[in-house]
């Protein structure tokens, strides 16, 4: 009545739509070197796709290269990557990336809105009680844990790596990428994700 009888549209409250951030940690040691070419795609293709995704890089450094993945000239981000990442083919400290990133990347942004990704074939150099409770505080810092090793899928894969051990039972969803059917796999898993 006091709107002399026009229809008036009530305000509904929404829920807010929470993108997803992606936090990529990709192991770049000399025992992922054959993976390599499939790892610096998977990286430019998800930096350029998810805008708010990170992406870090570790052996015994760990370096983040989000900015250096934003370049729009393939070349000149591979070789951008090459200057900056120089511990690229070294050893491996899973335990030490994972403290960084607990530290520094995944103190920013919501838990419940971000996915953890781990490419590495989870052999370590470290202690294994490291990256036990490194992977305890980050299990509490983002809603999934998905750890993606190259060679999981083949006939003959075991997880005997301590590291890969140490990280199972924190991990959501553990996935193969080692030939064409795996990676379509992955595609379905990190899509459901």
């Not at 025992?31 to 390599?36: G, I, V």
């Not at 607990?102 to 490291?130: H, K, P």
Request: glycine residues 6%; proline residues 3%.
């Amino acid at each position: 009545m006091r709107h002399g009888m026009d229809m008036v549209e009530l305000a509904r409250v929404q829920r807010r739509v929470r993108k997803t951030r992606l936090v990529l940690l990709c192991d770049v040691s000399g025992s992922m070197d054959a993976f390599n070419p499939f790892l610096l795609q998977l990286m430019l293709g998800i930096q350029k796709e998810l805008k708010n995704a990170r992406t870090v890089v570790f052996s015994t450094a760990v370096t983040e290269i989000t900015s250096v993945l934003r370049r729009r000239s393939v070349q000149h981000t591979l070789q951008q990557v090459g200057e900056t990442v120089r511990h690229w083919s070294g050893g491996t400290d899973i335990g030490g990336a994972l403290t960084r990133l607990n530290r520094s990347v995944l103190r920013e942004g919501s838990a419940r809105s971000t996915v953890a990704v781990i490419i590495s074939d989870g052999y370590d150099s470290g202690r294994t009680e490291v990256i036990e409770r490194e992977m305890r505080a980050l299990r509490r810092r983002v809603r999934t844990v998905v750890w993606i090793n190259p060679m999981y899928g083949a006939a003959s894969f075991e997880p005997r790596a301590q590291g890969m051990k140490a990280a199972l039972p924190y991990i959501d969803h553990f996935l193969p990428a080692y030939n064409a059917q795996s990676l379509q796999v992955l595609v379905r898993e990190l899509a459901r994700v």
